[in-house]
């Protein structure tokens, strides 16, 4: 039984930055100008790591007038969460299985 989980995602989520982008879209939808408020990033920084997290679908986006706000997509973090889950529960099922040694 091979568990796997998502790279490329861990990969996105390991930045202290956009894991706090993540944080606090978790608490409620929020336009960039919040965004560089509560993070206190530079606008294309910030615009940039947005890009990222947009791109690995961890976020959406919804226009409204000259701004947009970005939303976190809970099922990419559950999906994630559950990859992890797994592999915990094969850790578990095969804490006795040891390979013999050549």
């Keep these: 039984m091979m568990t796997s989980v998502d790279t490329d995602l861990i990969r996105v989520l390991a930045d202290p930055l956009r894991l706090r982008i993540v944080t606090l879209l978790a608490r409620e939808?929020?336009?960039t100008t919040h965004l560089v408020e509560e993070t206190g990033a530079k606008q294309t920084n910030l615009s940039n790591h947005l890009k990222v997290l947009r791109e690995a679908g961890v976020v959406e986006t919804e226009p409204c007038g000259r701004y947009i706000y970005y939303r976190l997509r809970p099922e990419v973090i559950e999906s994630l969460a559950g990859q992890f889950s797994?592999?915990?529960a094969t850790a578990r099922a095969t804490a006795d299985t040891k390979r013999a040694c050549p």
Excluded: E, G, N, V
Aim: net charge negative; glycine share 0%; aromatic share 0%.
């Design 29 to 31: 939808t929020l336009c």
């Design 86 to 88: 797994d592999l915990a």
